[in-house]
């Protein structure tokens, strides 16, 4: 089962670009990386995915290196809004039972004006 | 908005009692996922079910059961409830049954009180 480490909290300002680093050492295979994000009162909501090298939607980046040990997500130039808690989620590659999933602590991100 | 609906928002309840959370998945989707959120243990996958089956388990506790209907809707039961069960509990759904590889649409959660 991979055990996921992400930084529990970091600060940024406005305008600039953060980069959040989730560490799984024993990731398998068939395991995909996903990254969510979550404001308070509400549940975790899809930001992006991916397997392997670069992947790119129109709110962030997901970067894996070749070992796959460890994914960055980057925000370009955050805003105030982007203030909430960010967790990557490992697994979930396999149509089979057993398919397990794995969330990282999640990292606290402040934005400040 | 989602589309996941979970009910009921909040449940507060007694030590050794049981209680039965719902949740209706997003329309077209067949795979309902169950997490447990506490401020000790972060975000827990307990269970997958799909179309119906039992697809994956995580950390689920024997006192914990859940299924999922013919009409795509699950139920997580809790048991014997303990005070260490006091946790926010999530309800996802994906289209299919490999959510490694398509976003999961969680819904806000029903947020269990033990007393």
């Known amino acids: 089962l991979a055990k996921t480490t992400q930084p529990i909290s970091m600060d940024s300002y406005e305008g600039q670009e953060v980069n959040i680093t989730c560490s799984h050492n024993n990731i398998a295979t068939n395991d995909y990386i996903t990254w969510y994000q979550q404001f308070p009162s509400q549940g975790p909501r899809f930001i992006i995915q991916?397997?392997?090298t670069k992947v790119t939607n129109e709110v962030a980046s997901l970067f894996i290196p070749a070992d796959r040990k460890s994914s960055t997500l980057s925000l370009p130039r955050v805003s105030l809004s982007d203030t909430a808690v960010y967790y990557c989620l490992v697994g979930g590659g396999v149509k089979a039972a057993g398919n397990k999933l794995t969330f990282g602590g999640g990292t606290r991100v402040l934005v400040k004006p | 908005d989602s589309g996941v609906t979970q009910t009921p928002k909040h449940l507060i309840t007694a030590t050794g009692q049981r209680v039965t959370l719902r949740c209706s998945p997003r329309s077209g989707d067949l795979s309902v996922y169950w997490y447990q959120q506490s401020l000790d243990q972060g975000l827990q996958f307990l269970i997958q079910y799909y179309n119906g089956e039992e697809r994956a388990k995580g950390n689920i506790l024997e006192r914990f059961s859940a299924q999922q209907f013919p009409d795509l809707h699950s139920e997580l039961n809790l048991s014997s409830l303990e005070l260490g069960d006091s946790a926010l509990y999530f309800c996802a759904s994906s289209t299919w049954d490999t959510p490694g590889r398509q976003p999961q649409h969680f819904g806000d959660g029903t947020r269990l009180s033990i007393l």
């Open positions: 991916g397997y392997k």
